[in-house]
């Protein structure tokens, strides 16, 4: 095939695979997943098999950092996931995948611009968004 370079999209780069070659593209989709995730597992098949293993990783990161437990605070989640992200950079990582993305359904934009109308007053009113709504926002603010 004469292919010089690869991107290989791995949580970590296999041991076999020649750094020079194959240039580590790693996932950051466990950073979205730090809190009990019991419904978003629940939502589907798919979420019930990936939501774990995001947890997993999410392990082997706080492990890779040497943190025993969630920070206590945003901040220190924050440096948390720079650290993990800088680490990573510094083992050869070249980019990070959302993975997360490929379920996130398509609809149209006169559809999401809808939504976004009937669902937008409530956020501003409501101390706090009921479900239905939350995966409007979720679905809203990633198509912006």
């Known amino acids: 095939m004469n292919i010089e370079t690869c991107l290989a999209n791995r949580v ?10 194959f240039h580590w593209v790693f996932f950051v989709d466990s950073f979205l997943f730090p ?7 629940a939502r589907s098949g798919d ?7 995001q947890e997993k ?3 082997r990161y706080m492990k890779q950092e040497a943190v025993n437990g969630l920070p206590a605070d945003l901040a220190g989640y924050e440096q948390f996931v720079r ?3 800088t680490d990573n950079q ?3 990582g070249v980019a990070m995948k959302f993975e997360a993305a490929y379920f996130v359904r398509s609809t149209s934009p006169i559809r999401r611009a809808r939504r976004r109308k009937r669902f937008t007053p409530s956020f501003t009113q409501a101390a706090c968004p009921r479900r239905r709504n939350t995966a409007c926002f979720r ?4 198509a912006c």
């Open 83 to 85: 650290g993990t992200l």
């Open 12 to 21: 970590a780069l296999a041991p076999y695979l020649d750094p020079k070659r």
């Open 57 to 59: 990783v999410l392990q």
């Open 139 to 142: 679905i809203t603010s990633s």
């Open 47 to 53: 979420m019930g098999v990936y939501v774990p293993l």
């Open 90 to 92: 510094k083992k050869g």
């Open 35 to 41: 809190l009990d995730n019991h419904e978003q597992a």
